[in-house]
């Protein structure tokens, strides 16, 4: 049973910081490729960034040189580094797994407000 669990969510200031976690079980992790999305109220679901089952990333254009996905294989745990929020950046966060089935986490809230 694939099983993702999102973590580290908050409220933070602009200009803050929050690293976010995706714990998995159910799957083979070392060779999965694991995705963050997010939603704001209102908006479309949005790609944030992706991380491959060897280790190679890619970005949304908006969050570009501000986050950093990365996975530790020992732990089945993806980490999604925030720097630089703005408000914007508002959302909750899902992390995402697909094989033959798309697969999500219930999600965790980001908010960047003063």
């Known amino acids: 049973q694939v099983q993702l669990v999102e973590s580290g969510g908050g409220l933070v200031q602009p200009g803050g910081s929050l690293r976010l976690s995706c714990a998995a079980s159910?799957?083979?992790?070392?060779?999965?490729?694991i995705y963050w999305y997010r939603q704001a109220p209102g908006k479309q679901r949005e790609l944030v960034a992706f991380?491959?089952?060897?280790?190679?990333?890619d970005y949304g254009n908006s969050v570009k040189d501000r986050f950093t996905i990365s996975r530790d294989n020992a732990k089945n745990t993806v980490y999604l580094q925030m720097n630089s929020l703005k408000p914007e950046d508002t959302a909750v966060y899902y992390c995402n797994y697909n094989f033959r089935r798309d697969y999500w986490g219930q999600g965790t809230q980001v908010t960047v407000s003063s």
């Open positions: 991380i491959t089952g060897r280790g190679a990333t």
């Open positions: 159910g799957i083979i992790f070392n060779i999965a490729s």
